[in-house]
């Protein structure tokens, strides 16, 4: 077991927990350099992120704030430039608290975009739809929310010239939770190798308010189950993820779920197959 899981650890290149505070800020400045690095390298000077409410978005845009804000220091230029993006599906229920997010990130631009009319849209002329079980239209719906949100990202960071930020964690991607070519699609990805709590507490550090630290995680993607949290969909927790990924015992269902789940879901961390 013990080799598994270090095997999977190496390959999302997870790091290890966090001794100490110094520790944890080193983190947090090792990923603000980051992304400053990724926006120098690329020319640009504009980071664009959807913010849903969740630890996730929360802590990657502070960390984009804090990136652009150091950029401006360091170089003396206002361009560089962080926007973020509120992308709800009609009314989201959990609204107070993306908004709660963004108030908390004090983002240089604040953009809204409601993906309801374009996934409606969508679902009207999609003659495979029809006659979907309620269920199996449901998810494959929600899959079409993320996609949508990521093109009403790219659409902004094509106006901008920018650079869509994405929120990718170790814990989901061991799990393959994120929708392929939807929130999996990004130009970087600064939370990569985190566990979900290392998540939350550079959210903590970076001043986030507890409410949104604790929050329960959900995708929310699917009308027919609102809120659904996503340790309900993965079948383990993400104490047991994270202790999986830290090379911590789990028991042995949790061990099972891990494995068999990341290996289902390995074409989700690939490129597209080619000959």
Known sequence: MKDRQAAIARELNVQPPFQSDAELQAE??????????????????????????????????????????????ETGSP??????????????GDEQDAQDSVDCIAPDERHTVNIGPAVQALAAETQALEGLA?????????????RIRMVAQYTIANARAGLVVGTDHAAEAVMG??????????DLAPLTGLVKNQVRSIARSLGAPEHLVEKVPTADLEDLAPGKPDEHSHGVTYKEIDAFLHGQDVGQEAFDIIVRTFEKTRHKRALPTAP
């Open 79 to 92: 361009d560089y430039r962080f926007l973020a993006v509120r992308l709800p599906y009609n009314v989201q």
């Open 28 to 73: 947090i400045q090792r990923r603000v350099r980051f992304i400053q690095d990724c926006l120098k390298g690329s020319g640009m000077k504009t980071l664009v992120l959807g913010i849903s409410g969740g630890v996730d978005s929360l802590t990657a845009g502070m960390l984009c704030q804090r990136a652009v804000e150091g950029l401006r220091t």
């Open 134 to 146: 309620p269920a199996t239209r449901d998810f494959a719906l929600g899959n079409t929310k993320a």
């Open 177 to 186: 939770f994120f929708t392929k070519f939807g929130d999996g699609a990004c």
